[in-house]
């Protein structure tokens, strides 16, 4: 089975972009993909621009990445977060707990 | 006939038949028997020349001769003479009218009251009061020429005598039959009184009462409520006649007068078991009582029952019965406090039977009805409007020995904007969004609304998955709005009974199993309650949002 999203590099950073609805049924396969390119130390950035659906499942592998990235001082962010997952990300005050990107160049391109 | 009669010889045949003429004309049209007796006793006296006279009747529970008047010098009015004690008691057990010219002589004579009173009995003349061959009593004359021809004539007063006393008798229990039918016409009254005006056919509560012969004291009551919520109670009292009437009228007032403030029924029933226990608890009496508040808007109803047959939920083709949650009413202000137990029903379309046990205690086919009969019978109406439903429920019953009071409670809200019923399992979850969003969508809400309903609800269905069932199970969802109202959304699972205290509160522990999405669901709903399923085992979900 083949999860909702996209990956590619752009140098060491990795990009997942996330698609269509995240669910119980789809999140293990979007836990295990954000926590496999953060096991190669590669920095991670969630586009979040093609997102119609995320539940609190998709959050929780959210927030599972995004623990880990800190506790091996890798980067994470999340990009271009579509309303429907601001929304979600809001009700759980995570809005301000995310380093969130407007657009994907911000994320991507180094500082 | 003066008594001043000169003394009757040669007897005067036309006088004596004047004087038994007078005597029954004044024992059947006088109200007060003993003041007849005295003045008929006085006649008798004067026209046979006697000193005194008594007038004896048989106790009919003791068996004793009670002197119930008397003319003379001594007054023995109560005197009680054990069954063939004396010269009277002979008479009487015989039947037969004798004429003791020498009383001393006589080995019945009791000399106790001249003993007693320093009169002197000589001589007696005693009759028995005959009807039929049955002796009522006897009048004794005392103290005079008495001959053998009045004896005669103390034999024919004694039975014209003895008819009037029948009469009277019967008078009287015609009398106290008449006053008990005007009391339990005057209970029935009170009765008609107390029970709710017509109500619309289509109103959602609907009560039936159908009084037996005897009155009873059932009740019920519906009440309108200023906010839209229907206040309803069925009772039975125990008793019969104006006690039972008069209690079944207080109840029914407190009811009414707590009802369209007080939101809950076990504070009202407590408030009136209170009120019960201190003017009727001595008693014996008490009532048992459902009551109940009923929200056409959400269809749920709160009850509490004191000692009452339990209601039954008819939902979907299957009953559920909730049982009594304290004893009776009016017994002790400690057995039915504001604690006892509440029941909260969603009836889910359903609709909620009340009864009294005229109903299950009736007969069908010979057997008694039980819960399981009334079950058969309210199966049997289903199809029928709600008034005409419990018309014909009753009517089958009737005629019956005791009343037959039902009430019922239909859930009468529209069709629901989506009803799902499905294995839930991960796979499904898409499915289930997608037919959320619409029904949210037809039932006047924004996309933005849709878009919280379908979070809220996917959380919901989640937890029902990874906790309650701890993988796929049977579910049913039901989205609603009726009368512009908020949209409500029911879920029901088959999965173990939720524990209510293990939920996460609001904000707290969000990122445990289930924490999350139950905040979620909070978050974006205006109500979220748990409550057990209606029928069987499992869980009811509501949660409502109100639209714009």
């Known amino acids: ?111 | 006939m003066p008594s001043s009669s000169p003394r009757r010889r040669p007897a005067s045949y036309h006088r004596q038949l004047d004087l038994i003429a007078e005597m029954s004309h004044a024992f059947a049209s006088s109200h007060d028997l003993r003041e007849t007796l005295v003045r008929g006793l006085r006649q008798v006296a004067d026209f046979i020349e006697a000193e005194a006279a008594g007038f004896f009747l048989v106790d009919e529970i003791t068996g004793e001769l009670v002197c119930h008047a008397c003319v003379g010098p001594v007054d023995i009015t109560g005197l009680r003479l054990a069954p063939g004690q004396g010269i009277v008691g002979r008479v009487v057990a015989q039947n037969v009218a004798t004429l003791v010219a020498d009383a001393r002589a006589d080995p019945h004579f009791g000399a106790l009251v001249d003993l007693r009173t320093g009169f002197v009995t000589r001589s007696i003349l005693c009759a028995p009061l005959s009807v039929q061959g049955h002796c009522l009593g006897a009048i004794e004359l005392i103290n005079g020429a008495f001959r053998a021809g009045d004896r005669q004539l103390l034999r024919a007063i004694g039975a014209s005598v003895a008819l009037a006393v029948v009469n009277a008798r019967l008078a009287k229990a015609m009398v106290e039959q008449e006053r008990l039918a005007r009391e339990l016409e005057l209970a029935a009254e009170i009765q008609r009184a107390m029970l709710p005006a017509h109500l619309p056919g289509d109103f959602p509560v609907q009560g039936i009462n159908h009084p037996a012969r005897e009155v009873s004291g059932d009740f019920f009551d519906i009440l309108q409520r200023a906010d839209g919520r229907v206040a309803f109670a069925i009772g039975d009292v125990a008793g019969k006649g104006i006690d039972a009437a008069l209690l079944m009228a207080k109840t029914c007032s407190l009811f009414r007068f707590l009802a369209k403030t007080q939101d809950r029924p076990a504070a009202l029933l407590s408030a009136i078991n209170a009120e019960l226990c201190e003017t009727a608890g001595s008693r014996g009496t008490f009532v048992t009582m459902v009551a109940g508040l009923f929200d056409p808007v959400s269809g749920a109803v709160l009850l509490a029952n004191a000692g009452h047959e339990p209601p039954l939920l008819h939902w979907d083709g299957l009953f559920t019965s909730y049982p009594a949650g304290a004893p009776p009413l009016g017994i002790d202000p400690g057995l039915v406090t504001p604690a006892m137990p509440e029941t909260r029903i969603a009836l889910g379309g359903g609709c909620l039977y009340l009864f009294t046990d005229g109903l299950t205690e009736a007969f069908g086919n010979g057997h008694r009805l039980g819960s399981g009969g009334v079950q058969r019978m309210i199966s049997a109406a289903a199809g029928l409007p709600a008034d005409r439903r419990l018309a014909a429920i009753v009517d089958r019953l009737a005629p019956t020995r005791d009343d037959l009071t039902a009430l019922l409670v239909e859930d009468r809200r529209g069709p629901p904007l989506l009803r799902l019923e499905l294995d839930a399992a991960p796979e499904a979850l898409s499915e289930i969004r997608r037919r959320v969003a619409e029904a949210v969508l037809k039932g006047g809400g924004t996309p933005g609304v849709a878009a919280d309903v379908v979070l809220a609800v996917g959380e919901a269905v989640q937890n029902v998955i990874c906790h309650g069932y701890g993988g796929p199970g049977p579910l049913a969802l039901e989205i609603r709005r009726d009368g512009g109202g908020p949209l409500t959304v029911h879920l029901t699972d088959c999965a173990p009974r939720l524990d209510l205290a293990s939920l996460p509160e609001r904000c707290s522990a969000e990122l445990q199993p289930g924490g999350l999405g139950l905040h979620f669901m909070r978050s974006v709903m205006d109500q979220v309650t748990f409550l057990p399923a209606p029928v069987g085992c499992g869980n009811l979900l509501t949660m409502t949002k109100a639209l714009p």
Do not use: C, K, W
């Open chain 1, 1 to 111: 089975m083949t999860g909702p999203f996209l990956t590619r590099y752009v140098g060491r950073t990795a990009v997942v972009a996330l698609s269509g609805e995240i669910d119980m049924q789809n999140s293990p396969l979007v836990r295990s993909e954000l926590l496999r390119h953060l096991s190669d130390r590669a920095d991670l950035v969630v586009d979040l621009s093609g997102v119609a659906y995320i539940d609190s499942s998709g959050i929780a592998s959210l927030v599972e990445a995004f623990q880990t990235a800190r506790r091996q001082g890798t980067r994470f962010s999340l990009a271009a977060v579509s309303p429907a997952a601001l929304r979600v990300l809001q009700l759980a005050r995570l809005d301000e707990v995310f380093l969130l990107h407007a657009r994907l160049d911000d994320a991507v391109t180094p500082r």
